[in-house]
């Protein structure tokens, strides 16, 4: 078996009492596409965040190319995650930077190139996200999904290993959705890169992943591809996949079940031999 | 009950000690990163704190230094004049200026203008995920934004203060000689009697500190405020009212230290003396 990139080996983390990973084991494979699953609120951004060292796990370890990354410090963790491209679910672009200066950020930061180079990758950062000639607008002037390309452009500006999306969709009107999957899949196969994928958009991962992995009340309790998710039986799963609300959680609303599901799985996608949409 | 409050107290007082403890090590950090070598580019980020910190704070600390001396001004004559000292009241007033109210005056002033300011732009940008961006970009914020404004804040509340002084000690000059008629002569006489560069070092030096408090404050606070807009509303006030404190305490400990060193030095010298 390969060496895997990244590694999580019985993670825990809580915060306060609430315990959001409960013993993950997670290896990850170089090119590998990987979307990590689950519901609101059940750790899936946690996950992402250990992989960079912004959290640490309080038990367990997590692992990147063969190093222990969770007992680095801070300033080595600084030169390691130069390796990384982060997507936030909000973007996070620096406000007060304009698009270029966003873009150029960690190449002046990190090489020792001239403003003349850096405009030329950011240029060609740009372009490879569809956003040429945008180097002068601020980030208040961009749509939401401008605003994800833009800082999808500035995760891969230093051409990273791995790229880390969170929620890469949320929040975006499904044309606008489909552009970022098809740009992450784009990115995927130009730059040959690893990607980690976290989402609750079923649509979202089937067209993006190799692999899917559900994370639910702290654990991994499905990792699978996506031909693999559709025919599953494990019902947690299942019910996430299908996307409906189950009896308990209509009764809390006080709204009776209209259509009960009685055992197949509804066809939301028209799916092709590998499983995707 | 009696365990709920035990407990209650016992929760706070960690807080309040890993609250104090995590402060000064983001200063240790960001001493640590202040006397590594920086590029060009670190130093060119200086110039715009500089230019929010200095220029933008000059009307504020004008208006807050011109009035406190005319103040000063209007409050000490009557008594003055009541024992016939009214000629010595420039002596008062500028000692009161240059060592104690224009240096504290101009530092509270810019803690809840720059300060609060700090605050709201960091915490902004913690919440916004900005700052775990810089970190996962391999950049160190506290070099990236908590070190151009602590070098700018530095630079800069010694300057501002020399401002203060300058119009507190015209606005003093401006009421005492101007409206109420005491002679200028007897009254620069009177300053230059009671006020030597001692006294003037004296303020611009814990001016020099005053800046660094606000700034460390302020960026403490923004970089640790809690989840949205009403706790980067709270970090600033927090930011503010820590701020302040830390002035005021500083302000006691330096004039006590600075007494001393005098006393050591030159004895006790009345201002009614000669």
């Not at chain 2, 000063?72 to 008594?79: G, I, P």
């Not at chain 2, 509270?108 to 995920?129: K, P, S």
């Amino acid at each position: 078996m390969p060496q895997p990139l990244i590694e999580f080996r019985c993670v825990r983390k809580r915060f306060g009492r609430l315990v959001v990973l409960d013993g993950v084991d997670l290896r990850v494979l170089p090119g590998q596409s990987l979307v990590i699953i689950g519901a609101s609120g059940s750790g899936k951004s946690v996950m992402l965040k250990h992989i960079v060292g912004l959290l640490r796990p309080d038990a367990g370890e997590v692992y990147f190319d063969g190093q222990r990354i969770d007992t680095q410090p801070e300033r080595r963790l600084l030169v390691l995650r130069q390796r990384f491209g982060f997507l936030f679910q909000m973007g996070a672009l620096f406000d007060s930077l304009t698009v270029g200066e966003n873009v150029g950020f960690p190449i002046s930061e990190h090489t020792t190139k001239t403003p003349e180079q850096v405009r030329q990758v950011v240029a060609h950062k740009l372009r490879m996200v569809g956003l040429a000639g945008m180097e002068a607008k601020m980030p208040a002037e961009l749509s939401g999904g401008q605003r994800k390309r833009v800082a999808l452009a500035r995760a891969i500006a230093l051409d990273p290993e791995v790229v880390l999306y969170d929620e890469p969709t949320t929040g975006l009107d499904p044309v606008r959705a489909d552009v970022i999957n098809e740009l992450i899949v784009k990115l995927k196969r130009e730059l040959n890169i690893c990607s980690i994928v976290v989402t609750h958009d079923m649509n979202s991962a089937l067209r993006i992943a190799d692999r899917i992995a559900m994370l639910h009340e702290g654990r991994i309790i499905f990792d699978g591809t996506p031909a693999e998710i559709q025919s599953t039986t494990n019902p947690v799963v299942r019910h996430f996949v299908t996307g409906e609300a189950d009896a308990s959680e209509l009764a809390a609303l006080g709204v009776e079940k209209r259509n009960a599901a009685g055992g197949a799985m509804p066809q939301r996608w028209n799916l092709n031999a590998e499983g995707r949409p | 009950m009696a365990l709920d409050l035990i407990e209650s107290v016992g929760r706070r007082t960690t807080g309040v000690v890993v609250t104090f403890g995590d402060f000064w090590r983001f200063v240790g950090r960001t001493v640590l990163i202040l006397f590594a070598p920086l590029r060009m580019r670190h130093v060119r980020a200086v110039l715009p704190q500089m230019y929010e910190v200095g220029v933008r704070s000059v009307p504020v600390v004008a208006v807050t230094g011109a009035f406190i001396g005319m103040v000063l001004a209007v409050e000490s004559f009557t008594q003055f004049k009541a024992i016939g000292q009214e000629s010595r009241l420039g002596s008062i007033i500028n000692l009161s200026v240059v060592k104690q109210i224009g240096p504290v005056l101009a530092a509270v002033m810019l803690a809840g203008r720059i300060g609060g300011a700090l605050t709201a732009e960091l915490g902004t940008m913690n919440v916004t995920e900005q700052l775990d961006a810089l970190r996962v970009m391999g950049s160190d914020p506290i070099r990236v934004l908590v070190v151009p404004r602590l070098v700018a804040c530095v630079l800069l509340t010694p300057v501002l203060t020399i401002y203060s002084d300058f119009l507190g000690v015209t606005g003093g000059w401006f009421i005492s000689v101007q409206t109420l008629g005491i002679p200028d002569e007897a009254y620069w006489l009177a300053s230059a009697r009671s006020v030597d560069i001692w006294e003037i070092n004296e303020g611009l030096v814990k001016s020099f500190f005053f800046g660094g408090a606000i700034a460390l404050i302020s960026c403490y606070k923004g970089f640790t405020c809690g989840a949205g807009a009403s706790g980067v509303g709270r970090a600033c006030t927090e930011s503010f009212v820590a701020s302040f404190i830390a002035i005021i305490i500083l302000n006691f400990f330096f004039a006590q230290v600075a007494k001393d060193w005098y006393l050591t030095i030159y004895g006790v010298q009345s201002i009614f003396a000669q």
